[in-house]
């Protein structure tokens, strides 16, 4: 139910809003028809005024009816209509219009010859122009404001405007030719008024240039009837008849008031001036018609002087008396110096306004400035507490994390170490089952085969001599068995061996080898603090008996030299090693021929397990070198 009647409620409400948007197109088409039309204007201005509905339907219908009456020369119908359309359009904000209303207020004030409300309202189309932003309009307006100042003879100030909107629209990205057309015509009035021909015509005859960037130059006849009035007044009136004809013929087309009565007194004036009278006095009458018609002061003011010349001229002192003392009623009606004062003040006010407005939008601006420049502030403060805020928590988390990281490798490590240590204890006690198993059985077994091959040996006597020596080598062996044994044994029982430890048992094996032989046996060791593991260390004591006990077999050596040291060498595999060295005086071998023994295999297969390297080097009769290198772990 709800819903069904929000649905109406919008339905409705959409409907109202559509039949207002197409009665509003209704009545601008309805108005423009009634501008547009001869006949039946009025028709379609009822058939509008039935429609208004609001504030904006009755601001176009007075704007379309103002601008009506303006086309019918009815200035005083149109300054009605204007009144009552400004306001309307003020408060809807709609600038342009308003702006058309003021420019053509304007000109029915300059036409009835109140300047100074000429002024006013052409100030007033300027500042809206400067609040549309519109360089163009700004430009015409102060063409405009020249133009009131050359009527109420003030040339000075109406070049002064004149040029400024020259050089705005000749400074803009868009150029008018049009608007600098209309600069230029008010500096050249201005020019020739102030009895300047010569300044009045060089902008004059630049704007026959300009008419050749322009369309419908029909709307320029002004240029032609200018260049034929400064000529006139130069008197050089068959070169100013030729311009002022061309604006005539121009301005015959258009069917302008104001224009013909004032290229009519022209014409006039020149044919008077060549002595053609007849043809004179027509042309004032056609000129009294026009100027009448366009209710312009300044046009009656012109022509009641030019009659007042042409009565004078010909004779006819009473004419010319009236016509100059209507002139002089027109001119006062246009100029004094209350009015002028008015004028004055006027200028003032709005340049005072001007600057009042500009310095207010400065403070505004310098306001919104400041804002911004404190809101940026506000912000960038905002951004760096954030970004503070931001690291900070990156980096409680990013140590918290390395923390956690730094934590579990350290809880990982002492696992790791604890699973070694373990590990370890787990090699150890079973290293000590080993070796006691050795000790206890294999040992004990091996003493038993001793003791019984003794016991066997002196069954036997002296009956068995052959049996008696092999059982006496079998009982050789044995011991020597028993005493590698016990050589495992010790290096099982020991996590590490130190260079101290290997030297003892090295001086042991020395001993013996020396009371089994008369071979002079000397043992250096360079080597300081230096331990090896259990496996590093029998195998190092196994290399050297192994090296001592073929120099004792085999090499009928007189002299071996045991040497243990560390070496550097920074061009060697190993920079730094440590080095034992076999060396002995005997009879050397043949390294080519490949009958060794199972000594040197052995020998080569030990220094591999240690991840070293051996080097054996001998020639006959020049003894043996059996050199060991590992690489020093410091």
């Known amino acids: ?126 500042s809206v122009a400067e609040q549309l932003k519109d ?136 044919a008077y001036n060549e002595n053609n009278n007849q043809l004179a006095k027509e042309y004032f009458a056609e000129a009294e018609v026009y100027a009448k018609k366009s209710g312009s002061i300044e046009k009656m003011r012109d022509l009641a002087l030019q009659r007042a010349w042409f009565y004078k001229k010909i004779g006819d002192y009473k004419k010319a008396y009236e016509f100059q003392e209507k002139f002089f009623v027109l001119r006062d009606s246009v100029f004094n110096e209350q009015r002028a004062g008015k004028v004055a003040e006027m200028e003032t006010r709005y340049e005072t306004e001007k600057k009042e407005k500009a310095l207010a939008e400065s403070r505004a601006d310098l306001a919104e400035s400041q804002l911004r ?46 699973s070694k240590i373990e590990t370890q204890n787990q090699l150890e ?37 052959e049996t008696t020596a092999q059982l006496s080598s079998i009982s050789k062996f044995t011991a020597q068995t028993i005493y590698e044994l016990r050589d495992t044994i010790w290096a099982m029982n020991k996590s590490d061996i130190s260079v101290e430890d290997l030297q003892v048992r090295i001086s042991n094996f020395i001993e013996n080898a020396k009371n089994s032989s008369s071979v002079h046996i000397r043992f250096y060791d360079f080597l300081k603090d230096k331990h090896f593991s259990s496996v590093q260390g029998m195998n190092i004591y196994r290399i050297m008996q192994e090296a001592v006990n073929n120099a004792l077999k085999y090499s009928e050596a007189t002299e071996i030299t045991i040497t243990l040291s560390e070496t550097s060498n920074s061009l060697d595999e190993y920079p730094s090693s440590i080095m034992m060295e076999v060396k002995d005086n005997g009879k050397g071998f043949d390294l080519q021929k490949p009958e060794f023994g199972n000594g040197i295999a052995n020998i080569k297969k030990r220094a591999s397990d240690l991840g070293g390297k051996v080097e054996i080097i001998s020639n006959l009769n020049e003894g043996t070198v059996v050199r060991l290198k590992l690489k020093n772990s410091e």
């Open 135 to 270: 360089t163009a309009y700004i430009s015409l307006h102060l063409s405009d404001i020249g133009n009131v100042y050359h009527d109420f003879e003030d040339y000075k100030k109406g070049v002064f405007y004149a040029k400024k909107a020259f050089d705005i629209m000749n400074s803009s990205s868009k150029k008018d030719y049009k608007y600098l057309i209309f600069a230029n015509n008010v500096i050249g009035i201005n020019f020739d008024d102030w009895k300047k021909p010569d300044s009045a015509l060089f902008y004059h005859y630049k704007n026959l240039k300009y008419l050749q960037e322009v369309e419908d130059t029909l709307r320029y006849s002004f240029v032609y009837n200018n260049i034929g009035n400064t000529l006139l007044k130069q008197k050089k009136y068959s070169e100013a008849k030729k311009y002022q004809a061309r604006a005539l013929a121009m301005d015959k087309i258009k069917n302008e008031s104001y224009f013909l009565a004032s290229d009519y007194t022209n014409m006039g004036t020149i």
């Open 429 to 465: 006690e079973q290293r000590l089952r080993i070796s006691r198993d050795l000790h206890d059985n294999i040992g004990s077994q091996l003493t038993f085969i001793i003791s019984s091959l003794d016991t066997l040996k002196y069954r036997l006597g002296e009956t068995a001599r």
């Open 1 to 126: 139910m709800f819903f069904s009647r929000s649905l109406c409620i919008f339905l409705v409400a959409v409907f109202a809003i559509s039949q207002c948007y197409s009665q509003k197109g209704q009545i601008d088409k309805t108005l423009l028809k009634a501008y547009q039309s001869s006949d039946s204007s009025d028709y379609y201005f009822n058939s509008a005024k039935k429609m208004v509905r609001q504030k904006a339907d009755s601001a176009n219908y007075l704007y379309f009816k103002a601008f009506k009456k303006i086309a019918l020369s009815q200035n005083d119908s149109a300054a009605y209509y204007f009144d009552r359309a400004i306001p309307l359009l003020k408060n809807l904000d709609s600038l342009n219009r308003l702006r058309k209303c003021y420019n053509q207020y304007h000109h029915i004030k300059l036409a009835a010859g109140n300047y100074e409300s000429a002024l006013e309202y052409s100030q007033k189309a300027l």
């Open 373 to 418: 420049v404190e809101q940026r502030n506000i912000f960038i403060y905002g951004l760096i507490a954030l970004a503070i805020i931001l690291g900070l928590l990156i980096y409680l988390i990013f140590f918290r994390h390395k923390l956690k990281t730094r934590q579990l490798q350290k809880e990982g490590e002492l696992k790791l170490a604890l």
